[in-house]
């Protein structure tokens, strides 16, 4: 029960005491003061583009030769010089696909 | 053509379209300001700067508008904020216990209109600030609580106990009949 009553004196002294306001200029005002929206879709953007130049870089520079399957079955194969390219591999790849879902689900 | 308020939202959110905002300020400026002027208890230059903050700040957030709310309720929302905390900055919360104004007798229906509003002043804003958006702008008490976060049944007592005031404020309202 949240409606004034029609009978009640002071629920119609207050409803016409609602006098409704002209503009005057107040919109052109409001409109002339409102400052520009961010662009959202600008910032997942930068953050693919530099993801990727960052990733193209990185593949540049990977040293693709001294990619090698380790020999498992050899308990010595795992050293540093084996698991290194593949470790840069895993981070490119990691960042890239980190990247993108965050570009993906961008909200502001 | 007349847009609804989503069609225009819409084109806000797709283009920043200005024209659009602008028809949705021209809509809802006239209830968004009275509702401030009576908050700030008739000072209508205040009033104006916390609307113009209002909308502003409404096109700041507009994408977070869900729309589960009337537009309009969602920006008495925006308004009511921006009135606490310029009152929180004026201390002017505690001047809202003001004493009760004297008795007058309305001889003629302007002088009650007046009587009225001296006496909405003298309110407890949160009592003013219920009455205003039940009373005034319409909103139901779900409406009213949303927008001044807080709990429906302090709204209900809010109405209850302003309109009450009101009452012991003004004797002659009873002859009142409307025009």
Redesign the interface.
Known sequence: M?Q?EEND???????????????NG??????A???Q?RR?WLRPIFLLVVTAIGSALAIHWLPWENLSVPDLSVPLALNSQVLLPWLLVLSVTATLTWAIMAAAQWE? | MSFTDADLIARVLSS?D?HA??EL??RY???V??FL?RLTRGDAHLA?DL??ET??KA??KL?TYRGSAKFSTWLFGIAYNEFRTVARQRKELALEDADEPAKSAADSRSD??LD??EALKGLHSSERSA?VL????GL???EAAQVLDCPLGTV?TN?LRG?EK??RR?PD???????
């Open positions: 949240n004034p004196p002071l629920d119609v002294l207050l409803r016409e005491q609602n006098a409704h306001i002209d503009d107040f919109a052109g005002r409001v409109l003061a409102l400052p929206r959202n502001d | 920043e200005q905002f602008g300020v021209r400026q006239s209830p300001r009275a002027v104006d609307a113009q909308f502003v096109w700041r994408q009650l209109r009225l509003t009455i039940c009373c005034q702008n139901t008490h779900e209900k109405v309109k009101l009452r003004l309202y009873q002859h009142y009949e409307s025009a």
